[in-house]
């Protein structure tokens, strides 16, 4: 069975940091990719890395603060966020392919996600 499972996140103070994971399980993907999605808003790209750890990245916002990287060896993938700020406050979600995507692509597997909170 896939399962893509992520998981650290959590309430911090607007200027911290958190490391979210994204570990997979069930088989191995080419292109791992984080999205996230606040209340009310739509879902944002954040951004994705491949087997080869190319990166793409998504939102403007978070370019500068927000790295993704992976550990093949652990078929994990991980998104570092520094500097938070309030508005970075959504539910970030893991998505992973066998193929190569980037963006608002269709992505076959998804995670169900893990709040993060960032208070001013």
């Known amino acids: 069975q896939v399962q893509l499972v992520e998981s650290g996140g959590g309430l911090v103070q607007a200027g911290g940091s958190l490391r979210l994971s994204c570990a997979a399980s069930g088989r191995t993907f080419y292109t791992m990719g984080w999205f996230r999605q606040a209340p009310g808003k739509e879902r944002e790209f954040v951004g994705a890395?491949?087997?080869?750890?190319?990166?793409?990245g998504g939102v403007d916002s978070v370019k500068g603060r927000f790295t993704i990287s992976r550990d093949n060896l652990k078929n994990t993938a991980y998104l570092q966020m520094n500097n938070l700020k309030p508005e970075d406050t959504a539910v970030y979600f893991c998505a992973a392919d066998v193929q190569a995507r980037a963006g608002y692509d269709r992505w076959n597997y998804w995670g169900q996600g893990t709040q993060v909170t960032v208070s001013s």
């Open positions: 890395i491949t087997w080869s750890s190319i990166t793409t």
